[in-house]
Each structure stands twice: as C-alpha cells, then as structure tokens.
C-alpha cells in the first residue's frame, strides 16, 4: 500500500477509534442544535427522546434493565490527551530559545576527499627477489596485463598506467603520480610533491612490492638504487614524516602486516593517549606477517590489488571458478560485460549495483557506526577502497591469507550476505552468453533488490526497537538511487522511521540524508507525500537539518505541498511543521520563506478551513505555529503579516474546540507582537503606518483578554507569554494602570488583613513577602544594609504610598527612564491597560502552579510583586511539607527587583483568591523593580541580594521572558508513531470489563434489594487529624478508599479495610474557603479525582492514591467573578460524565457549562434570579439535564441543549433558607428530585407532573448541613450540625438513625459536615467537625 494511501487509512482509523473513545454506539452520537451559542452543547440522540418523554405526556416507561448499563456505565473518557501526561508543577522556561545543541551523532564531523593518489611499483620484472621461491607454474598477471607478454619496460609501463585507470574509475578528479622502479630519492619526491599538492586533503600511497624482498622485521620497505644493482630499505618513519596526515596506505607484498605494526610502533596506536593524527592515517595490507602472497595461477599477482581496483571482474572470475557454470561459460566472456559501471540499467552497472549494496550492508552490520561512518561515509575513495577490501577478505582467506587493516575490522568473509551476492552473481553468468551473442537482447533487472525490500518488509511487520534492526537498511538507501524501486523502498523507509527517533537516528546513521535531500529536486507527484512525511520523522529528530533544506531551496517544495488541495490535512499540516522547523530561529530560513510567499500561504487555509472540523485540527494548529516561528522576531515578516490581516483570520480559532488550536493561535498572535528588541526600525516599518500597527496590536491585545481564562493550562501559559512580551513594549502605561487599579485598596492597610495582632497571638498566619527576607544592598561595608518597611497604624492615604513603589511619581518617573521600552512608547486606550493588568493578575492566582508562575513574572515585568499572607501549618503531617516561614510581618518593603525572591532559600508564597475583584487578605504590596537589569543566573543563585553588575538591557531584559511552550511541546507529536494503529491495551480492556461487571452486579443488587436499616455501628472509623473538619467526602466504587478533604484544602486518601493511609498531599498552599466538592472522572477506568475549591478553581488529579505520586493534570477558574455586594464566591459544581461537563455556579448570575473534553467554557446559563446558586445536580441518565438550588430555597429544572434553557422554576421549600443538597432520585427516572434545605426539610418532586412536591420529610429542625442520595438503591441520607444523621427510604420511612460512636464509650458523633454514598454498593461514609470520618453499612437486605 502506498505510504499516503496507508497514512489515510491509518488516520481515519485512528480517529474512528477516538471517536469510539467517547462514543461506543451509534445512538451516542452528539446531536447539535442549531440555536445559537448551544450548537457546541455535547448532547445525544437518546437524551433528546429521553427528554421528550419527560416533558411530553408522561406514559412511556423504559426498560430499566435493557438501559441500565446505558444509563449509569458510560462510555465517556475525558482528559486522556497526551497534553494531560505533561506536569502541570513544571517550571516555566525562561531565557533565549536558542538552547545549547549538540551536534547529531549522524553528521560527519568533516566530509574528507582524497586529493592526490602515489602509485610506487617495485616489479623489477623478470627479476625475482632473493627470499622468494615461486611454483611453476606461478600467478604472473600485474593489473590484468602479463608482464611477460612483452618487452620489460612497455610492461612496467602498461601495468602502471593500467594501475593508474583503474584507481581513476574510484576518484576521477584526483591527481595521479607513478613511479615505476623507483629509488629512494624518487620515493621521497613523490609523497613531497603529493603532500603539497594534496594541502589538507588525503593523500593515498599505494606500494607493490612484488619484485622486492619482504618487510623487514623494522617494518622497513625496499626501493632500488640508480643502477637497480642494489635494494634500498625505506623506513616507515621517513615515508610517514614525507606524506603526514591524512593519508591511506595500501601496501600489496608478502608479509605485510610487518608495515603494520612498524605503524602501529611509530604512532604508539596501543596506548589510550596515542595522538588523534593517528586516526587520520589508515593502512590496507594484504597479508599477515608470516604469509606470502598467493602464487597459484587462478589467481593474479595482484590478487589484493585487484580485488581493491577491479572488484566486479575479480569477483566474477573468482565465483566463475567454483560455480557449476564454469563448465558451460567461457571465463573470458566476463571481460565482455556489455554496459557502464555508472549505468545501472546495464548488467555491469546492475552488478556494481548490487555489489555496492552488499559490502555496505555487510560493513554497516558489523562495524561500530562512528567506524562505519568514518571508512564508508567520509571519503568516497576510502568508502570504495573499503567495500572492495572486504571481497579481498573473503578471496584472499580462501587462498591461506589474510589480509589486514587499519583501523581493524572483524571477519566478515562469511557473512551471510555474500550468498545473496553469489546468487546474483550466478544468475548474471547465466545470462552473460545470450547477452554477448546478441546485445539487442533486452536487460531483465535482477531480483535482488526486489527480494531484500521483500524481507525489510518482513522485519517491519515483526521487528521493534528491542530487537536486531533491520540488516537491508544500507540496500533501501541503495534502492533510493533507481527510479523503478524508489516508490516502494520510500514507503518502507517510512514506516521505519515512524517507529521512533531511534529509527530516524539509525537511517541518519547509514547516510540517507542526501539521499532525501537530493529527491526534493523530483517533481514525481507520487513521492510528495511519502517525502514530506518522511522529512517530518527526520526534523522531528534532529532540527539542524533546517539549514541544509534552506541552502538547497527545499523549503519552496514542502510550500508548494502545502498549498496543494489535494492531499488530505494531516498530511499538510506535515509539511507546516517542516517549515516550521526550517524558520525556527533561523533567520535565512525566515527570509527565505517570507520570499515564498509562505504567509500568504498559510492565511490563505486559514479562510478555506471549516470551522470545528476535527479532521483539519491539526492542521490548523500547525498553521498557527508555522505562522508564529516565521514572524517570531522578524520585523519584516510582523509587518507582512498585520498588512495581509492576519488578525482577523487567526482571531476565530481562539474558540475552536481543539486546545491545541487555540494555544497555537494564541502564539501565533503573541508572535506578531513587535516587543521592540531590536536596535533601529526597518524600512518596511517606517512605511508601514504606526497607526495601524497600534489598531492591529490593540484587538490582538483585546482578543487575549477573551482567552485569558480558557478552560486549558495550554492555552492560558500561551497567553501569560504574550501578555509579558506585550508588558516589554508598554511597561510604563502598565505601571499607570496598574497604580490606579491597586490604589483603592491601599488606602486602608490594616483593614486588607483580617487582624494584625490576630496573626501574631494566634500564629495562624504568618505575612511572607515574596521577597522572603529583607533586602540586602550592595554595600562596600562588610556588613550588608537591610532596610525594612513599617506599617502605619493609621490608614493610608493615596498620597502616603512608599516612596520608590510604582504608585508614586517618583517611581513612574525613574521608571520611565530606566525601565521604558527600547523603542518609543505606543499609547492605546487606557481601559485595554486596566484590563490587560486585571488579565496579569487573574494568572498570577490561577489555579495551575506553572500558569500562576507565569502570571508572576509577567507582573514583576511592570514592576509589581506580591505581599501575601499564608496560613502556617505544622510539619510532619503525610504530604504536607513545612514550607511556612517564621518570618515576623514584614509588610511594604522596597525591594530591588522581584526577582530576588528566586534568590532566598524559601518557596513563593502566593494566595489564590477569587479572579475579581481581589479579596480583602491579599495585601497589594508594590515594589519598584530596577530595569530588570539583573544577572540571569542569578535567579537561581542560593545568595539574596543585588546583582553585582549591571548588564545591557536588550541582553538581559530578553533572557527575563518566558518562553512559549506550545511548539516544543506540539513538536513532540511528530516524534512518535503516526501510521502504526495503537495498540488496544489488553490488560486496561480486561480491568474495564471487570468493573462494569462489578458495577452491573451490584446496581442489579441495589435495585432489587429492600433495606430494612442502616447499623449504627460503623464498619471503619478514621480520624482525619484535620484541625478543621472534614469539609468532604468520596467512597471509590471499585475499592476500599475513602477521600477527605479539609477547610484548609488538605486532602488524604485511606484504606478503611487495612485502616491505612495511602496518601495525603495539599490541593494547593493558598486556600480561601475550603473544598466544596470531590468527585471522580473516568471512574470505569483510571480514574482521576476532581477537586472543586469554594473560590471557583478546579484542579483534577491522577496518581491521587498512591503516595507522592498524586500529578495535576489540568486545573482551571469555573466561576469567573461574583455578583456585586456578595462577599464570597461559594462555588458549586457537579460533574456528569455521560456528557464530558462540568457544571459551575455560585454567588453568580449564571451556571456555566464546561466540556472537560474540549476544556472550554462552551455556556453560560442564566440562572433569572438574584440568588445565588447553593447546590447543582446534573442527571447521570441524560446529559442535557441539570437543577440548581438557590439561596432561597427555589428549585430549576434546564435542559442545556435548548436555546431557552429554563423547563421548570419551582420553590418547593417554604423557608427562605437556602437549598443544601440536591439530586436527582436514584434508577431511571430522570423527573424525580430530592432537595434539601439548610431549614432541615426533605421535599420530593416530580418535575414531570407537578410544581409541587408529592412527599415531604421534616428530618431535622434547622439545622441540615449534609444530603447524600444514592445513585441506585432506593434510599438518602441527611446530617445534621446537631450531631445527627438521619436514613430515609424514598417512601420516607426512617431507616436508621446515628447518634453516638459505640466504639468512643457512647460518645456523640460530630457536627455532620459531609455524607457520600457509595455509588455501587449500600456504604454511607459520613464527616464531622471532630475529624472523624466514619463508613456505614446496612443490616441486612433481601432480595424481593
């Protein structure tokens, strides 16, 4: 299948399988109303026939067993995107991108070429050397000519310059030198003359001694003196000291390991610290010390040599005469070869082809890769030389010898591939006859690369990172060069590399490189998808490549890709993340592609694209980052990019449903920001008029306020980056309104925290300034200057602000010196100001650890750092660590930047209160900060105090922004598998399948079960030690764990079968009023515990059972705001998974509506009443239903898919006291409700029939403070702050009654704070003021 069919295929089938992640059946699928803003409701097709029924005559009954599974087991899965793996308590990147890269292992560190080639023969023809006794018959031919067939000196002169031909055909364009019989002074000369000529280049010597007496034991050669009456000995030093490095030495004599390991002597290559020239010289001997050459006439004289020159010829005549043809072939047909070597539609050019491709794969198999890199990749001669030195191995050790290299290469004469060689050899033979007698004859390509894709193919299908890699990887680079194999090797090629990096580091490592580099000159249309894809798994890997794609002119094929219609948007969003990496801070590449048209380009399918079309999300996204590395700092591209109004066709993906899409868009518009680094302006900035710049950059600005509490920490990091590279050009209008915002509230200090002798008497709070400790000055004394504020008991007045802060003058004034942008100041509306400062502030208490940091550092960027008051609390608790300082109120102190608190050995102290306006205990304190001229590093230095220095503001104001993260992180995408189907997990199915038939049997048990009464004795009894309570409850449905959380947000996980605790960890270190709710996500699989604080913020959280394992995998503000006059927020939610929402309100006007899935606010419902909202329910059978109760007692029924969401308003409680608990009646009727009220009566309602309610339970007197309702069994639960709690049946029979702990000497129960059922089974846990939580049971129960 063709790579571009299969990425179809594989991408459609991955997004089926999505699909069927949230929706297992058909009548699941999400219904979309067209009225307005609710189109992006998730609803389904069951709920809205379900619905219709409710509100319709009432008479349809449902199947309660055919539903059940339906109803309560849903297939819903939320928050299981790889965005949720990363860790949320990450630290934010700081500094410059331009991190420090090593160079990839793959690249050569310098590509090396062969510039000059010394042949010295030593034959002294018809003479033989004393210490040889040659056999007659004897192997006489010298480079294929018989020196006997004629006279001596045309001889000698015709086998050098057949010499010299066949080293041509290797390295054409090097200089040859020949010195036949030489002498001494000759020698020297020559290798002279080579090592000037050749420069830096290598330099090879090529020695055939064949009419010389061996090596001598001192590695000494022999040459002839003038009268060649004479041996002459030729030391190794001598030759090496003439010729230096680098250099490659072949010597062809008997004995010639003895120069070897002169070499070896001379360059003391034994010892570790053996100098690194040595490396550069590289020797080829043809046989061991105590081996002569082969004398047999099967065999030329210059066997080695030959096997080195002329491999194809030497091969065949070699397999010739051990093969069953050399009775039926005339071995001088193979002299007859038709065809070119270089042509490889030829049988010679198909033979060296194929012989190529073999010794490669041998080489690469068996040698190290940095060896292999260096002998068959540096130097196209040596490459050669090397390949052909293996064939030498396996000739020459047939005839007793064995040849020797430096540097040393294992044995490889049998390796299995020659086999594969000796085949095609064969089937070359027996063609070669028909071939010669006819050359009209058609070629037939042999089968041989077709039969090794074939088994590549096999390894892919089987093979795995773990496993041998694949030994046809050098044959596939090799199949690249032919245009019939090209397609089928590049689709293979690329399922490989979409095995992981450590595929693309291996193809990277054989050489492919060039190879695709050179095939983005094709215009074959069927390759561009299988090229582009196979450039993403390379760039994915290593990012230099940029600069070769640019330097070559790649980058107009990957545009031209992009622009095509044609290929699906998986495909091209592909080839947007090539671009993307080819401008990544790379300015010639930037350039480059700005000349291309490039933004143009991408806006262009921004306008095309369909909005809320999952298929184009990643392309989209990969759009927006593309456009954002492009401009990113590049003002010529900033200014194309306002000029083609790029705005107005980024700004709609700010709502798209994709969090990625929106955190890409969020860059893209942050990066088109100018943040005035640069030293002088452009011409193309001088015409383009600066008021447009400043409307374009004023609605960016505006856009981020929308966005600024997005449901998805990705998207809020992203717009925090842009509001600090915004805070760099406006710093000074931002102090403005920053002043004007915090001065309201400054003007009565005392009054900003609850009490001042409160926190000292009662030690329950300390004030931490966020610079931890008073300010050390750089002084000349040996003792630092602290200088310390004071805090007036009179109020403040504006005019009595500390001096030096930014809501003086003196400071605006100094400010506006030292700390204005580097190019002049551009004024927008002073409303965008105060909101941008309000947005600053919002994210500076976000309920995310690396947003909240973010939002920090973009306030201490316009000069503005937190005093902030934080509950102490004592050590030695399970999670929790002794952070608080004993630190005494240090109040408004001046401080020389803000970020000198890195620089104490404490943690930030930060409070998160409500986003607007801030709480009356969140002490506004300003300090000015000096330029932010400061030291990068000193940010992490372990020493408080000024920097020593100060440096220049581009440099270091630069190094204090953060960075984005969303490009790094999308490119991770790209890194792993694409086209292999995920691996359905067989063990997570098996886990499944076992709790839906734990939880199918036990529902069939609670709804078919009478309970007669609940025993007073619980079955665990756990004391929390929580100071202040226990502010609520969870049972976990599939094992024995109770979860409890305190007013102080503490939140500890127990076993109360072992009577264990599993874990205990802080939600967060700031808390405002409490947890309001516990409830758990994905709870059929790995569930995830949602933790709703009283002040809005949500935070989720995996690994919550394991000890100091619990991860924060998103959190974010539910409720923005409150209502005017309301002192708290009081939020309330309840989660439905059946439909992916969150529902959310408080002391609000509203209820919002949140789909986890797509982490996006996608409604907010009028609650038409001024009161606010005291307890929430969402249906758990069908998704569009919720109720709300109010502070006054008032009950609402909504259906969130209609565009008039309001069904029913009704006040079923007659005292104006506020609703406590609400929840729809267990089974499956979706019309029925129990609701409780804070004055102690239970009222059922049947929303279907009747505003009013058909039974009535006075269970307490005033004092309710808990309801639970179980999901399934027919039976509530109501507490009481008079240390009671109550069991009711739904006819209102009292099941049970508990006063007292039997187990405490009768003493009474707590104030109830909290009751949880479990959802499967008939367990009550109940929470006190005391700290003890306790779990119930029933009696008995009988099956009816």
């Known amino acids: 299948m063709a790579l571009g069919d299969l990425m179809v295929s594989r991408f459609s089938q991955s997004s089926v399988s999505l699909a069927s992640n949230h929706r297992y059946d058909d009548e699941d699928d999400c219904v979309s109303s067209t009225h307005g803003d609710s189109s992006s409701i998730p609803s389904r097709r069951k709920d809205s026939e379900a619905t219709s029924s409710i509100y319709g005559n009432g008479t349809e009954e449902r199947d309660a067993n055919a539903a059940t599974s339906m109803a309560y087991l849903p297939q819903t ?11 949320e308590a990450s630290k934010p990147l700081l500094g410059t991108s331009d991190s420090i890269v090593l160079a990839p292992k793959w690249r050569l560190k310098e590509r090396m070429k062969t510039g000059c080639v010394a042949l010295v023969l030593c034959l002294n023809i018809t003479v033989d050397p004393p210490d040889v006794i040659k056999i007659s018959p004897c192997a006489r031919i010298e480079a294929w000519i018989d020196p006997f067939s004629m006279a001596p000196p045309k001889a000698l002169e015709a086998i050098g310059k057949n010499l010299s031909t066949q080293y041509e055909r290797w390295q054409p364009r090097a200089r040859y030198k020949v010195q036949l019989d030489p002498t001494f002074d000759e020698v020297r000369k020559l290798c002279l003359t080579c090592r000037k000529y050749a420069k830096t280049e290598r330099v090879l010597f090529h020695y055939n001694g064949h009419g010389v007496p061996k090596p001598t034991a001192n590695g000494e050669i022999w040459v002839f003196n003038k009268h060649y009456t004479q041996y002459m000995p030729l030391s190794i030093s001598e030759l090496d000291s003439w010729l230096k490095t680098p250099s ?10 003895m120069i070897l390991n002169a070499f070896a002597e001379l360059h003391d290559w034994g010892s570790s610290g053996s100098s690194g020239s040595s490396r550069d010289c590289i020797l080829l001997a043809a046989c061991d010390v105590l081996e002569t ?5 099967e065999f030329p004289a210059d066997v080695f040599t030959s096997c080195l020159t002329t491999p194809i010829k030497m091969a065949l005549k070699w397999f010739c005469r051990r093969s069953l043809l050399k009775e039926i072939i005339d071995e001088s047909l193979i002299d007859m070869i038709p065809g070119r070597q270089n042509d490889r539609k030829t049988l010679l050019g198909e033979l060296n082809w194929i012989f190529t491709a073999v010794t490669d794969t041998i080489a690469w198999n068996v040698l190290p890769h940095e060896l292999f890199q260096r002998l068959f990749r540096q130097d196209l001669l040596v490459a ?30 049998q390796h299995h591939m020659w086999d594969a060689w000796d085949m095609a050899a064969e089937i070359c033979l027996s063609r070669l006859p028909q071939l010669v007698r006819d050359p009209n004859t058609e070629f037939e390509p042999s089968p041989f690369f077709t039969e090794q894709l074939t088994a590549f193919e096999v390894w892919l299908d089987h093979g795995s990172e773990h496993k041998k890699p694949p030994e046809q990887l050098p044959i596939v680079l090799q199949v690249l060069l032919s245009q019939c194999h090209r397609y089928r090797a590049l689709v293979l090629l690329g399922r490989f590399l979409d095995m992981g990096s450590w595929a693309v580091d291996l193809a990277l490592s054989v050489g492919i490189f060039p190879y695709v580099l050179k095939l983005l000159q094709t215009t074959t249309n069927e390759l561009r998808q299988i090229l582009v894809f196979i450039w993403t798994k390379i760039l994915a890997l ?17 545009i031209r ?19 993307s990496v080819i401008v990544d801070g790379h300015r010639r590449g930037q350039e480059a592609c700005l000349e291309a048209n490039l933004i143009g380009v991408c806006l262009g399918h921004l306008e095309l694209s369909r909005p809320s079309d999952s298929q184009q999300e990643k392309f989209l996204q990969w759009l927006c980052l593309c456009l954002g590395k492009l401009w990113e700092d590049f003002v010529e591209a900033q200014i194309v990019g306002r000029e083609a109004n790029a705005f107005k066709k980024l700004a709609p993906l700010l709502s798209e449903p994709q969090p990625e899409v929106r955190a890409a868009a969020v860059f893209a518009l942050g990066t088109l920001l100018d943040i005035g680094f640069g030293s002088s302006k452009s011409s193309l900035e001088d015409e383009f008029d600066d008021d447009e710049k400043i409307r374009a950059e004023e609605a960016i600005i505006k856009s981020f306020l929308d966005v600024v509490s997005d449901g998805s920490p990705l998207v809020r990091s992203e717009v925090a980056v842009a509001l600090a590279r915004f805070a760099f050009g406006h710093k000074k209008h931002l102090k403005l309104a920053a002043a004007s915002y915090l001065k309201p509230q400054s003007s009565s200090l005392l009054t900003s925290l609850p009490s001042i002798a409160k926190f000292h008497e009662a030690g329950s709070a300390t004030i931490v300034s966020l610079h931890m400790s008073p300010l050390t000055r750089a002084s000349t004394e040996s003792q630092p200057v602290t200088r310390e504020a004071r805090i007036s008991s009179s109020p403040l007045g504006s005019s009595g602000l500390m001096q030096g802060s930014p809501l003086s003058d003196d400071g605006i004034m100094h400010d506006s010196v030292g700390n204005g942008a580097v190019h002049q100041q551009r004024l927008f509306d002073n409303a965008v100001y105060s909101q941008c400062v309000r947005s600053m502030f919002a994210l500076a208490k976000d309920p995310s650890p690396r947003i909240a940091s973010l939002g920090r550092r973009v306030l201490s960027i316009i000069g503005i750092e937190q005093v902030v008051a934080k509950p102490s609390k004592p050590t030695g608790r399970l999670g929790e660590a002794a952070t608080t300082s004993n630190t005494p109120l240090a109040g408004l102190s001046r401080s020389s930047s803000w970020f000198d608190m890195h620089a104490g050995n404490m943690p930030l102290s930060f409070r998160t209160p409500p986003v607007s306006p801030p709480r009356t205990n969140f002490l506004p304190g300003l300090r000015r900060v000096c330029s932010l001229e400061f030291r990068p590093h000193l940010l992490g230095s372990p020493d408080s105090g000024l920097a020593d220095t100060f440096l220049g503001a581009s440099g270091s104001e630069r190094s204090l922004l953060p960075l984005s993260t969303i490009y790094n992180w999308s490119c991770g995408y790209f890194s792993k598998p694409l086209l292999s189907e995920a691996d359905a997990s067989q063990e997570i199915d098996t886990k499944r399948e076992e709790k839906e038939k734990f939880a199918l049997d036990h529902i069939a048990k609670c709804q078919h079960s009478s309970i007669s009464k609940l025993n007073k004795n619980p079955i665990a009894n756990w004391d929390t030690r929580f100071e202040t309570g226990t502010k609520t409850a969870l049972l976990h449905p599939f094992s024995p764990i109770v979860v409890a959380a305190d007013e102080n947000e503490r939140i500890r996980v127990w076993n109360y079968e072992e009577a264990t605790l599993l874990n205990g960890f802080d939600n967060h270190d700031f808390p405002d009023k409490g947890i309001s709710k516990l409830c758990l996500v994905n709870e059929l699989d790995d569930s995830l515990l949602l933790v709703a604080s009283c002040d809005g913020s949500v935070r989720i959280w995996k690994n919550y059972a394991t000890k100091g394992k619990q991860k924060l995998v998103t959190g974010f503000s539910s409720v923005q705001g409150h209502k005017p006059g309301a002192r708290e927020l009081n939020a309330v939610v309840d989660w439905q998974q059946q439909s992916g929402c969150l529902y959310a309100s408080g002391e609000v006007s509203t209820v919002a509506l949140w789909d986890l ?3 996006q606010l996608v409604r907010s419902i009028p609650s038409e009443t001024e009161c606010g909202v005291t307890a929430l329910s969402a249906s758990q059978v069908h998704g569009s239903q919720l109720t709300a109760g109010f502070a006054d007692g008032s009950l609402r029924l909504y259906d969130v898919r209609s565009p008039e969401p309001l069904v029913l308003a009704t006040r079923p409680h007659q005292k104006v006291e506020r609703v406590v608990g609400l929840s729809f009646q267990p089974g499956l009727d979706p019309s029925k409700v129990v609701s409780a009220s804070q004055a102690g009566d239970i009222q059922f309602l049947d929303l279907r029939t009747s505003r009013d309610t058909y039974l009535t339970i006075d269970a307490h007197r005033g004092s309710l403070t808990a309801l639970a309702v179980h999901r399934h069994a027919p039976i509530i639960a109501s507490g009481s702050a008079k240390q009671l709690i109550k069991v009711f049946s739904l006819e209102g029979e009292q099941l049970g009654r508990i006063l007292y702990y039997p187990s405490f000497m009768g003493q009474k129960i707590g104030s109830v704070s909290c009751l949880a059922f479990h959802p499967y089974q008939v367990l009550l846990a109940a929470g006190a003021v005391d700290s003890l939580v306790s779990v119930y049971t029933h009696d008995n129960s009988q099956a009816r």
């Open 561 to 579: 890709f992009l622009d095509s219609l044609d290929a699906i948007p998986d495909q091209r969003a592909m080839a947007a993340f090539v671009l």
């Open 1157 to 1159: 899935d797509k982490e």
């Open 384 to 413: 050669s030389l090397f390949r052909n030195f293996l064939l030498a191995e396996r000739i020459m050790r047939s005839a007793n010898c064995n040849p020797i290299s430096h540097p040393m290469l294992p044995p490889t004469h």
């Open 293 to 297: 050459l082969p004398q047999s006439v």
């Open 542 to 558: 290593d990012k230099s490549c940029q600069i070769d794609l640019v330097k070559d002119g790649g980058h107009t094929y990957f």
């Open 248 to 257: 490659i030495y072949v010597f062809d004599c008997s004995a010639a390991r």
């Open 77 to 87: 899965l939320v928050l299981r995107e790889v965005r949720h793996n990363a860790s």
